[in-house]
């Protein structure tokens, strides 16, 4: 009787601490793969402008998981312009987060990003959130509304927008376009799926 009650045993909760901006992605693997052990927190996507805002905010949820009783933590973020403070967060508590500089990274492959990196580093990355968020996310935030000559003092080293899609959405593909139009950018859009978010997440959330 112990023996079967071990073997059906629900996994332990794994805690993901992430970025606002990767939230569906995540739920969408969790739903893909099975994953319902894990407990999703995020912090505000608007953080991704702010990002001396992360480290500190990270440090602060992992001290409250722990507070709960959870042993198991993850954190959805990679660097993001943290310059190594996360890392140091990490290092602290003992936890691991995303490989990767930036959320644009680890979507396509941090391998296959890296070696492109000469061809693109000219490129203003969009992903399904930005696409799906762009006037409320980009364009109010940087005052572009209000002031359109702030767009080529924002834009104006970029060559071109990449849309980084993580679903095949031709509605997303229409936003993401128009926003390149906006921001007077020559398009091209690369279907990416969840790159290297998915073995993240399920290596995270395998059994001890």
Same mark, same amino acid.
């Given at each position: ?57 990270? *440090? /602060?949820?992992?001290? $409250?998981?722990?507070? %709960?009783? !959870? ?9 993001? #312009?943290?310059?190594?403070?996360? *890392? /140091?967060?990490?290092? $602290?508590?003992?936890? %691991?987060? !995303? ?9 396509? #492959? ?99």
């Amino acid at each position: 009787m112990n023996a079967s009650r071990k073997s059906t045993k629900s996994p332990e909760i794994v805690r993901v601490i992430a970025c606002g901006m990767i939230a569906r992605e995540i739920l969408a693997i969790r739903e893909q793969f099975g994953l319902e052990h894990i407990d999703l927190k995020c912090l505000p996507a608007i953080y991704h402008h702010y990002p001396d805002k992360i480290a500190p905010s990270v *440090d /602060r949820a992992i001290v $409250k998981a722990k507070a %709960e009783g !959870i042993t198991r933590i993850f954190v959805g973020y990679a660097d993001c #312009g943290t310059g190594g403070m996360l *890392d /140091r967060v990490c290092e $602290k508590h003992g936890v %691991e987060r !995303i490989a990767g500089p930036h959320c644009f990274s680890f979507y396509v #492959g941090n391998e296959a990003f890296s070696s492109q990196w000469d061809d693109d580093m000219t490129s203003f990355f969009m992903t399904d959130f930005l696409a799906r968020h762009f006037e409320t996310f980009m364009v109010k935030p940087l005052g572009l509304d209000r002031h359109p000559e702030l767009r080529d003092m924002y834009f104006g080293n970029y060559t071109k927008m990449i849309y980084i899609a993580q679903t095949d959405d031709p509605k997303l593909s229409a936003k993401a376009e128009r926003a390149a139009a906006f921001l007077g950018l020559a398009y091209e859009r690369r279907l990416t799926g969840y790159g290297d978010l998915v073995p993240a997440l399920t290596s995270a959330a395998a059994p001890d």
